[in-house]
């Protein structure tokens, strides 16, 4: 690293600790990877904060020195470095945030989640417990140790006194609803009685939270699952990646669903050939160019992606979406969450498809559906078949794009 991108203050800080800063680092920036002198293998992070050591300052970080669990990275040491500048000396764990390793692969399994989710919810009630709050704890608070081990590694909000107990544990509860799938796959792999971690998640954050209970109930939900990580030449890559405070993953795969993607309804019977070609009455565009009437299209496509889902042929969702697009990436985590099980009888019901508002684009158009998932059976690797009863009727608008093979659906959107 060029020297003269670190700050002097930081720069004889580490000196004086013999060592020397080989990237920026820590959570959103803001500090400093440094390797020692002697032994280039060993680091450590610096993190500075815009504060006061005053006594309240000096009274906290006293506590977050001595608070110690596996999965709360650790306070080494805090100085004044700066009048109106403090430095921590904080343990550098490996891996991939939770946002990076979620950039990386596909939704979380709820046995994952409960992985995710618990051990975190622990590391906040030893700072509380120890009369400490940590502020938002975001899915870049976190990181995935590469034996799969989640560590809170985040001090600053600790340091600073901001945020309350209640807000922390909410923060976390929403960032891993983030990270579990849509919240309509529950409506195709969930059996009748049954709950998702999503569902008790977001329960949860509309109550009073006691987070006991919480952890036991999800452990009820399902049994902890070790997280899939990506290869170890990506983690590798990926912690250097973020040492170096970029965010240098690979290329988005077709395997993620974006951030509040919604798997959508679709059409009961049809065949997938239906999704090929034209239908209906023409539509002209603003190019007049003759294309076939989108909400007829909405509705083959919906029958197409039906047979699909059914069949479970993530390569045959090419033909029914914009490959790559937010809804393929949606039904690609869709099917990836489905482990093995396969689905029968699945009928969907349109109740109504109409042309919604203008997407402001030759080559695009919306439609509203009105749609209701019908009873189907879901039948496990064991060959165990659970019958999951009717959904309640729901409406998404879809925006399809026209391509060389026709109308594909590019998004798909809450009413």
């Known amino acids: 690293m060029d020297p003269y991108l670190v700050p002097e203050d930081v720069d004889r800080a580490l000196a004086a600790l013999g060592l020397v800063a080989v990237a920026p680092a820590g959570p959103e920036g803001g500090g400093w990877l440094a390797a020692s002198r002697d032994d280039a293998s060993r680091y450590v992070e610096l993190h500075v904060l815009p504060a006061v050591l005053d006594d309240e300052l000096a009274r906290r970080l006293d506590v977050l020195r001595a608070v110690?669990?596996?999965?709360?990275?650790q306070l080494l040491d805090a100085t004044e470095i700066a009048p109106g500048r403090v430095a921590l000396l904080v343990e550098h764990v490996p891996g991939l945030t939770v946002a990076e390793l979620r950039a990386a692969r596909v939704a979380l399994t709820d046995g994952e989640g409960v992985t995710l989710a618990v051990?975190?919810?622990?590391?906040?009630t030893a700072l509380h417990d120890a009369g400490l709050v940590h502020g938002p704890v975001t899915a870049s608070s976190v990181v995935v140790r590469p034996d799969g081990r989640p560590v809170l590694v985040d001090l600053r909000g600790a340091v600073l006194g901001t945020g309350s107990v209640d807000g922390d544990v909410r923060r976390w509860l929403s960032t891993v609803i983030a990270q579990l799938p849509a919240a309509d796959v529950d409506r195709l792999v969930v059996p009748p009685g049954g709950r998702s971690l999503r569902e008790l998640l977001e329960d949860a954050l509309r109550a009073d939270v006691d987070v006991p209970t919480l952890v036991a109930a999800c452990f009820e939900v399902a049994d902890p699952e070790a997280l899939h990580l990506p290869d170890a030449g990506t983690l590798a890559g990926a912690d250097l990646a973020r040492a170096a405070g970029r965010r240098?993953?690979?290329?988005?795969?077709a395997t993620r669903a974006p951030r509040g993607a919604r798997t959508w309804a679709v059409a009961a019977g049809g065949a997938l050939a239906l999704a090929v070609?034209?239908?209906?009455?023409s539509h002209r565009t603003a190019g007049a160019v003759e294309r076939p009437d989108p909400v007829a299209a909405?509705?083959?496509?919906?029958?197409a992606r039906s047979e699909v889902i059914g069949a479970g042929e993530v390569a045959a969702l090419d033909d029914v979406e914009v490959p790559g697009g937010p809804a393929h990436r949606a039904d690609v985590d869709l099917l990836s969450s489905f482990q093995g099980r396969s689905v029968e009888g699945l009928d969907i019901a349109v109740r109504s498809a109409t042309p919604a508002s203008d997407p402001g684009r030759a080559d695009a158009a919306r439609v509203e559906v009105r749609s209701a998932v019908t009873s189907h059976v879901v039948v496990d690797p064991d060959g165990t078949r659970t019958r999951v009863p009717a959904s309640p009727?729901?409406?998404?608008?879809?925006?399809?794009?026209?391509?060389?093979?026709?109308?594909?659906v590019w998004?798909?959107?809450p009413s």
């Open 68 to 73: 110690r669990h596996p999965h709360l990275s």
């Open 119 to 124: 051990p975190v919810l622990q590391a906040l």
């Open 248 to 253: 240098a993953l690979p290329a988005r795969p």
């Open 277 to 281: 070609g034209g239908w209906g009455v």
């Open 298 to 303: 909405a509705v083959a496509l919906s029958h």
């Open 393 to 408: 009727e729901s409406v998404v608008v879809l925006e399809l794009r026209w391509t060389d093979q026709g109308w594909r």
């Open 411 to 413: 998004k798909v959107s």
